[in-house]
């Protein structure tokens, strides 16, 4: 009994700013008692005189003392005083007295100068609470006026004494049995002692605790926590083995489980804290930084497929005002109904949960379709390009080598794209995540063979025609690069895998595909790789594209409009600027913007294939008309010749 006595106040004193905050005001089972105190030009003092019992509690002011003495407490005996340094107003103050019988706590405040009179003691055997007013003494000058209890004025006129007078009752039997009795402890208890919002108050003195004692030989425990009556689900504990003190010979660990979460509320309002807390401590200890977590196992009901839960910790050393964080600890989806916390640290841990207004996607299975067939027919493209390439003339020129790797990086794009759906569904998890990393490479292989077009055009019109660097250099940077990429995250571990998106119009039935997971640290590899060299490629192409254009702007050829367009837009895709409509999705033209970014860049091996046979087909028609005139210009010579002989 003394051990769990123990437990609780710990857990008490952690929390008990939140329960002053948030106190019902008219709580019959406490008392809070305000007024004004007048007093003199002289120093004031806040004298108590305070004894265990349930009898009666004082309140009185004169010229310069303000009084609490009685005997109301279960545990507190305080007698003395405190000089107070109040700087009035025109010779009065404010003050409040408040008392709360289950914690068996006194704090008088005056002028917003907070003086803990008997700190809390945790749940006892009997609390002295329905206080009921006695006779005051009144007084001309000095004393309390405008008195009032939970907000009520009792009088307006100066009072030189107000007692209240209390009854005892049984804490344990009053409180903690009923209000286990109601479910999650959402209902208000509907006896006398609780009429008012106090059931959180309640929860937090009758949580359920459980002391773990260690030794030399501590080798780690896994343990479930008993729940308040009528509660099936409970959560988990396992304590590793690096909990053990080194310097003491024995250690206990404190786990309090709570099955209310209304006292623990804090942080922003999109979030929503599951009904389960799990409090855990070593005595006259701060853990921290621990070498192997601490395992927490929360079980709970099935959540939608757009809401995310992740594991938040609350260090009441650190933040006095509920603050949920999510450092130190690392969530773990279990299944539908379990989620695991591993964290590093003892404290408060509780499971946020976040309805994700990004997770679902509007459209999806139409922006799935459209970008599977674009997949497949720049699938077929890239083949035909391909043997194009390598069949046409000249086919060892530095630029047809760069041509061939954009299209390569292309076709293994679209490859993967198409299997990864199929893939999701009927693979395991390792086959996930080497789908996941191929179509990573490719998409890194695509965006770096653009970029060397970009480098390759601009070796052609600022420096030679035929560059003099070795062709292993643009395949280094076209294919060796994204390798390396591709590698540190595999060596890194937890990036590749299952990915769920979940539509808006069918949140039961998300889409599948083995690609980036959603982790804090695949999100630092998106936006630090993906985005920054998707950025450096667009900004690249799209300066390049605007220097090509102003060089060659002033040719014959670019009079005519089919040719100009033919030349802007082959270009575009060569140069990856299309990918650029990815920074765009935002705004009323989002969606729009959606479908446009899949349709072009699903197409763009099918685009290639249309710009180089456009191109081919107008060199030969100019081949034919240079021939033509030189034909004609041959019959006309003989002619000459003819009649001149």
Not at 60 to 88: H, M, R, V, W, Y
Not at 327 to 337: A, F, K, L, M, Y
Not at 579 to 592: I, N, R, T, V
Request: glycine residues 6%.
């Amino acid at each position: 009994m003394e051990r769990n006595q123990k437990s609780v106040r710990m857990l008490i004193i952690t929390c008990l700013l939140i329960i002053l905050v948030r106190a019902s005001t008219a709580n019959d089972s406490s008392l809070r008692m305000c007024g004004t105190w007048r007093h003199g030009n002289a120093s004031q003092t806040l004298k108590y005189d305070l004894k265990t019992g349930c009898e009666k509690i004082e309140i009185s002011a004169s010229e310069s003392t303000l009084s609490i003495q009685g005997s109301i407490t279960a545990k507190c005996t305080q007698s003395s005083f405190i000089n107070l340094d109040l700087k009035p107003l025109e010779n009065q103050s404010q003050f409040c007295v408040f008392w709360d019988p289950l914690l068996d706590l006194l704090i008088v405040q005056v002028n917003g100068q907070k003086h803990t009179l008997c700190p809390p003691n945790g749940l006892q055997g009997s609390c002295c609470t329905h206080f009921s007013q006695e006779d005051q003494e009144n007084a001309a000058l000095y004393g309390i006026a405008n008195g009032s209890i939970h907000g009520d004025i009792i009088r307006h006129d100066v009072v030189g004494k107000y007692t209240f007078r209390g009854d005892s009752i049984d804490c344990k039997k009053e409180l903690c049995d009923e209000a286990s009795m109601k479910p999650n402890g959402a209902n208000m208890i509907e006896k006398a002692v609780m009429k008012s919002n106090t059931t959180g108050q309640v929860n937090l003195l009758c949580a359920q605790s459980k002391v773990i004692e260690m030794d030399h030989g501590f080798t780690g425990l896994s343990f479930t926590l008993q729940g308040p009556r009528n509660t099936n689900r409970t959560p988990t504990v396992y304590l590793p083995s690096c909990l053990n003190s080194k310097s003491r010979r024995k250690s206990k660990v404190v786990c309090t489980y709570y099955k209310n979460k209304t006292l623990f509320q804090g942080g922003s309002s999109d979030v929503v804290l599951l009904d389960d807390i799990v409090g855990l401590s070593v005595e006259n200890e701060t853990i921290k930084n621990l070498p192997e977590p601490v395992k927490i196992r929360f079980r709970h009901s099935t959540l939608p497929l757009n809401h995310s839960r992740r594991c938040v910790s609350w260090d009441t050393k650190e933040d006095i005002n509920v603050t949920w964080r999510y450092d130190g600890c690392t969530t773990v989806d279990i299944n539908e109904g379990e989620t695991e916390c591993h964290c590093n640290h003892l404290t408060y841990f509780a499971i946020l949960v976040q309805v994700e207004q990004k997770a679902t996607v509007r459209h999806l299975k139409a922006l799935t379709f459209i970008t599977a067939v674009g997949c497949a027919l720049s699938l077929v493209s890239c083949l035909v390009l391909f043997y194009w390439l390598c069949k046409r003339r000249g086919k060892k020129t530095q630029i047809s080598l760069v041509h061939r790797g954009l299209v390569v990086a292309i076709f293994l794009l679209c490859l993967f794209f198409i299997l990864t759906g199929t893939l999701a569904n009927v693979g395991n998890e390792i086959v996930c995540k080497i789908t996941g990393s191929l179509l990573h490479y490719a998409l890194l292989c695509t965006l770096c063979w653009m970029a060397m077009e970009v480098f390759h055009t601009f070796l052609l019109i600022r420096k030679v025609f035929n560059s003099t660097l070795p062709t292993w250099i643009f395949y280094l940077g076209g294919f060796g690069l994204p390798v390396m990429l591709v590698g540190i995250l595999l060596s890194i571990g937890d990036i590749y895998g299952k990915r769920s998106i979940v539509p808006s119009d069918d949140v039961h039935n998300p889409y599948h595909m083995c690609w980036m997971l959603k982790n804090d640290k695949s999100l630092l590899a998106h936006y630090i790789i993906n985005v920054g060299l998707l950025a450096v490629v667009v900004s690249s192409g799209a300066v390049m594209l605007f220097v090509v254009v102003r060089e060659i702007r002033n040719r014959p050829d670019w009079k005519k409009i089919h040719v100009a367009f033919l030349s802007i837009w082959g270009l575009t895709c060569l140069f990856g600027t299309t990918w650029g409509l990815g920074f765009l999705d935002f705004g009323p033209l989002s969606e729009a913007i959606l479908f446009l970014f899949c349709i072009i860049n699903s197409l763009q091996g099918f685009f290639l294939m249309l710009r180089y046979y456009a191109l081919d087909r107008m060199k030969n028609d100019d081949r034919s008309i240079s021939d033509r005139s030189s034909s004609a210009s041959s019959k006309q010579q003989m002619l000459q010749t003819h009649e001149k002989s």
